[in-house]
């Protein structure tokens, strides 16, 4: 079992930045597949960002290719998310998750996850 646990939201001005956190509790962290996927209030569920588990891989959704990037540290057991040029469109609640699965390369929203319990990110105009 996997415990996720997200920080860093907040309130920002259009253009400004917020670096997420993910910790991850359990000793495989370094095995699994992660990704920040973010919701928006009636919207579905996107990915934004993943990473692969050897952190080799990566994967940008086109609406924050060249503003967000996704790193782990695996001696922290923690996922990052850094969000630069932040836009009102970015108002989401943003979800950790790593997918049960070990030694995967991806991770989709319907794969069998784990998940964070999520935190506001809200950007102002």
């Known amino acids: 079992q996997v415990q996720l646990v997200e920080s860093g939201g907040g309130l920002v001005q259009a253009g400004g930045s917020l670096r997420l956190s993910c910790t991850a509790s359990g000793r495989t962290f370094s095995s699994y597949a992660m990704g920040w996927f973010r919701q928006a209030p009636g919207k579905e569920r996107e990915l934004g960002a993943a990473?692969?588990?050897?952190?080799?891989?990566?994967y940008y959704a086109d609406s924050v290719k060249g503003r967000f990037t996704i790193s782990r540290d695996n001696a922290k057991n923690t996922l990052y998310l850094q969000m630069n040029s932040l836009k009102p469109e970015d108002t989401a609640v943003y979800y950790c998750?790593?997918?049960?699965?070990?030694?995967?390369?991806?991770?989709?929203?319907?794969?069998?996850?784990?998940w964070g319990q999520g935190t506001q990110v809200t950007v102002s105009s």
């Open positions: 990473i692969s588990w050897s952190g080799s891989k990566t």
């Open positions: 998750a790593a997918r049960r699965r070990l030694y995967t390369e991806s991770i989709r929203a319907d794969d069998d996850n784990y």
